[in-house]
């Protein structure tokens, strides 16, 4: 599947690209790439899980395993709310309606590295003890 996934980002990026020969992906698209396997993998081992398939949620889990592997290490809790407030200060954030802007920040700085998710989460909660 991460093969098919790949070689489909390359049609992607030849077709955008109009070049009508081969392309190489960059690290970064490389990884993002792995990123949104990673995370169809988790997503679908939840849904299992759910629908009371543990067997096959296992093998999700396994699969999504195996791509973590190939991704940077993810930011613990505390490194995150770190970096969170460290860009709401650097945005000069001062409300809630900020939120896009310290998100947009945070995305660039964090990609590949936390789920947007996680970070949204600790973006509304930190902002939320703004005022």
Known sequence: MLISAIYNKQIEKR??????????????????VISSEAKKRKDASEQFE???RPELAAKEKSELDMLMAYLPAQM???ELKAKV?????????????DFGKVMAAL?????GRAEGGAVSKIVKEEMAKLG
């Open 50 to 52: 759910k629908g009371g």
């Open 15 to 32: 077709t955008r690209e109009k070049t009508g020969r081969d392309v190489e992906l960059t690290e970064e698209e490389l990884l993002g």
């Open 107 to 111: 995305m660039r700085e964090t990609k």
């Open 85 to 97: 407030k460290e860009a709401i200060a650097k945005s000069g954030a001062k409300t809630e309606k």
């Open 76 to 78: 613990s809790e505390e």
